[in-house]
């Protein structure tokens, strides 16, 4: 029998169907942690960035990309922490932008701030508190439907 | 021994000293994370509840950093855990500022900023250290660090320009508080080694522009500076912690300390 190693490319289309544990709409290469996929031998180097250095989702993820590797046949996999560059949220994908909004959190921008309610679409809005439900997301209220909702801050 | 190169004297110097720095540097954020963490499900408002949590987590997470490279750089075989919970008060290389009690909110606030204006400084300077992993660690905390000083300064001016009440809590605050700042500029031998090989500013070096944010924020805030030109010091060196520490370390240490070499 002779195993054929799949290509970078099948391992990042598998990586993409890993939902990222604290916001499932949006996969883990969605969210930009996942910085490279190589082969070094016979083993499958994947190389992982934290979103915020006490990210408490961090371990998670690395377990069910693991998982989700294994469960492709991949046995000898090597996951590596990279730091440097420091995610920042330009490395999340439009897929991933898009998927956020219809979920309910608006998606990070330059500006510092929401464009948008993510439910009604008003754009009179006000921030609640510059910390969220995680690490990554702030607090803010529409000032039209008066509804809370998260932003996905930008760093 | 055949060639096996011994290594010289100022050689082990160089890496107790960068050992000692990191310390330093990972004793403050584990320290005041722990400290911060105390607030848990206690904070006045939900949302200040929240951005506690999420600051004593973005810490300790930096901890983890800066404590697991000094364990690499030691190279005695210790994990950031076996550092952060199996060394005693007199090991720790904390600034005694972050050791103090949380007080009152305002109390906690204000340590925070304190902390926070000299820490976004320092991460800033470090991200171009000599050394490629010090900066690599200093250019993702200084992205925390820089919300966390946006935070706390805000939260510094509403309360000190508040009310009556919250001024005057504000105000007895920093007169506690004020002594344990100077500890931050005073440099030491082992700075002075890391200032030399381009790892790390001098102490000194980081006053006028820590401080200029500093006072900027005080007069904001309509807080009076105290005259007292006293500062207190010994908890980078280790050589005097106040007996807070201690009480810290028998919560913080206490699993490990009952049930030695727990794991998950």
């Known amino acids: ?155 | 021994m055949g060639g096996v190169e011994t290594p010289t004297a100022s050689l082990l110097e160089a890496k107790s000293d960068l050992f000692e720095f990191l310390l330093r540097m990972g004793d403050n954020t584990l320290i005041l994370g722990h400290r911060v963490s105390e607030w848990c499900g206690h904070a006045p408002v939900l949302e200040e509840d929240i951005a506690l949590a999420n600051t004593a987590l973005d810490l300790i997470g930096q901890t983890q950093m800066w404590l697991g490279l000094a364990g690499e750089v030691e190279g005695q075989g210790r994990s950031a855990d076996d550092l952060a919970f199996l060394r005693d008060v007199w090991d720790f290389r904390n600034l005694l500022l972050v050791e103090q009690p949380n007080g009152d909110f305002g109390q906690t606030i204000l340590r925070q900023f304190l902390f926070d204006a000299w820490h976004v400084e320092m991460l800033t300077r470090l991200t171009d250290s000599s050394d490629a992993r010090i900066a690599a660690i200093a250019g993702k905390a200084v992205k925390e660090a820089s919300y966390h000083v946006e935070r706390s300064g805000d939260t510094v001016i509403g309360l000190g320009d508040g009310t009556e009440e919250s001024h005057a809590r504000m105000q007895a605050a920093l007169d506690r508080l004020w002594p344990y700042l100077g500890e931050m500029f005073q440099g030491d031998a082992v700075d002075e080694a890391m200032a030399g090989a381009g790892i790390a500013p001098a102490p000194e070096a980081l006053q006028t522009p820590v401080m200029e944010r500093i006072e900027a924020v005080l007069a904001e805030a309509t807080l009076t500076i105290p005259e007292t030109r006293h500062a207190q010091s010994g908890g980078k060196t280790g050589t005097r912690h106040s007996e807070h520490l201690g009480h810290l370390l028998t919560q913080m240490q206490w699993l490990q300390r009952a049930y030695p070499g727990a794991t998950w």
């Open chain 1, 1 to 155: 029998m002779v195993a054929v190693a799949p290509s970078t490319d099948d391992v990042w289309e598998w990586l993409d169907l890993v939902p990222d544990p604290e916001i499932p709409v949006i996969s883990v290469v969605d969210l930009g942690i996942v910085r490279d996929v190589d082969w070094d031998g016979d083993t499958l180097v994947v190389a992982v960035t934290p979103t915020y250095s006490g990210c408490p989702a961090t371990a998670i993820i690395a377990l069910e990309i693991e998982a989700a590797l294994r469960a492709r046949g991949v046995e000898d996999i090597r996951l590596e922490t990279r730091i440097a560059p420091p995610w920042t949220t330009d490395w999340l994908s439009q897929k991933g932008r898009a998927r956020l909004e219809e979920y309910g959190i608006a998606p990070p921008r330059a500006a510092g701030g929401p464009a948008r309610c993510p439910r009604c679409g008003a754009t009179d809005l006000e921030r609640v508190s510059q910390f969220g439900s995680t690490p990554c997301k702030a607090q803010w209220r529409c000032r039209d439907c008066l509804e809370p909702f998260d932003y996905f801050k930008c760093i």
